[in-house]
C-alpha cells in the first residue's frame, strides 16, 4: 500500500459526503497499513459544526485502538484541516498527516495558519501537501458549482 492508494480511499469518503450533500472532504485514519477508521463531513445532515471527516475519524480510531493517542498513526485527508481539526490532530498525537489539497483561506496546517506545525509545542507535525490535488479539487469544484446552479434555480422560482 502507498499514499496514493490511502488518498483514494479519502477520496472516496469525499464523493460519499457529495452523494449526501455534504461539503465533499473525506478523511482516512491507517495504522500498521490498514485503514482503522474512514469518515467525511456530516455537518449539515448531523446539524453540527463538529462534524468535521478529520473528528469523526480521530474518534473513530481512537475507539478502535483504545486510547486517545494515536501516535503510529497516519492521516489522509482530501482537504487541508481546518483549526478546531489541526488541534484535535495534535491532541491525538497522530504521527503523519497528508493532504490533497490546502486551503489558503481556512486551512491551519501551513496554508493559512500552522497549528500542527508549532515548534513550541509539545507535538508538532509537518504536513505533506499535494497528494492527488486534482482529483480533491475537480471534486469540490464540481459540488460548489452544483450547489451555486440550485440556489440560482431556487431564486428564479
Same mark, same amino acid.
Given at each position: *500500500?502507498?499514499?496514493?492508494?490511502? *488518498?483514494?480511499?479519502?477520496?472516496?469518503?469525499?464523493?460519499?459526503?457529495?452523494?449526501?450533500?455534504?461539503? $465533499?472532504?473525506?478523511?482516512?485514519?491507517?495504522? %500498521?497499513?490498514?485503514?482503522?477508521?474512514?469518515?467525511?463531513?456530516?455537518?449539515?445532515?448531523?446539524?453540527?459544526?463538529?462534524?468535521?471527516?478529520?473528528?469523526?475519524?480521530?474518534?473513530?480510531?481512537?475507539?478502535?485502538?483504545?486510547?486517545?493517542?494515536?501516535? %503510529?498513526?497516519? *492521516?489522509?485527508?482530501?482537504?487541508? $484541516?481546518?483549526?478546531m481539526c489541526a488541534?484535535?490532530?495534535?491532541?491525538?498525537r497522530i504521527k503523519?498527516?497528508?493532504?490533497?489539497?490546502?486551503?489558503?483561506?481556512?486551512?491551519?496546517?501551513?496554508?493559512?495558519?500552522?497549528?500542527?506545525?508549532?515548534?513550541?509545542?509539545?507535538?508538532?507535525?509537518?504536513?505533506?501537501?499535494?497528494? *492527488?490535488?486534482?482529483?480533491?479539487?475537480?471534486?469540490?469544484?464540481?459540488?460548489?458549482?452544483?450547489?451555486?446552479?440550485?440556489?440560482?434555480?431556487?431564486?428564479?422560482?
Amino acid at each position: *500500500m502507498d499514499d496514493y492508494f490511502y *488518498m483514494r480511499e479519502a477520496i472516496n469518503e469525499a464523493k460519499l459526503a457529495r452523494l449526501e450533500d455534504e461539503v $465533499p472532504i473525506g478523511c482516512v485514519i491507517v495504522k %500498521d497499513e490498514k485503514i482503522i477508521a474512514r469518515s467525511h463531513n456530516y455537518t449539515y445532515k448531523g446539524k453540527s459544526a463538529l462534524k468535521h471527516a478529520e473528528i469523526l475519524a480521530i474518534d473513530r480510531a481512537s475507539k478502535y485502538i483504545g486510547d486517545f493517542r494515536l501516535e %503510529d498513526c497516519t *492521516m489522509y485527508v482530501t482537504m487541508e $484541516p481546518c483549526s478546531m481539526c489541526a488541534g484535535a490532530i495534535i491532541n491525538s498525537r497522530i504521527k503523519r498527516l497528508v493532504i490533497a489539497l490546502a486551503d489558503v483561506k481556512r486551512g491551519a496546517c501551513g496554508s493559512n495558519t500552522n497549528i500542527t506545525g508549532d515548534r513550541s509545542q509539545l507535538h508538532y507535525l509537518d504536513a505533506e501537501f499535494g497528494i *492527488m490535488r486534482e482529483e480533491s479539487l475537480e471534486i469540490l469544484q464540481s459540488f460548489f458549482k452544483k450547489l451555486r446552479e440550485k440556489r440560482k434555480r431556487d431564486s428564479c422560482q
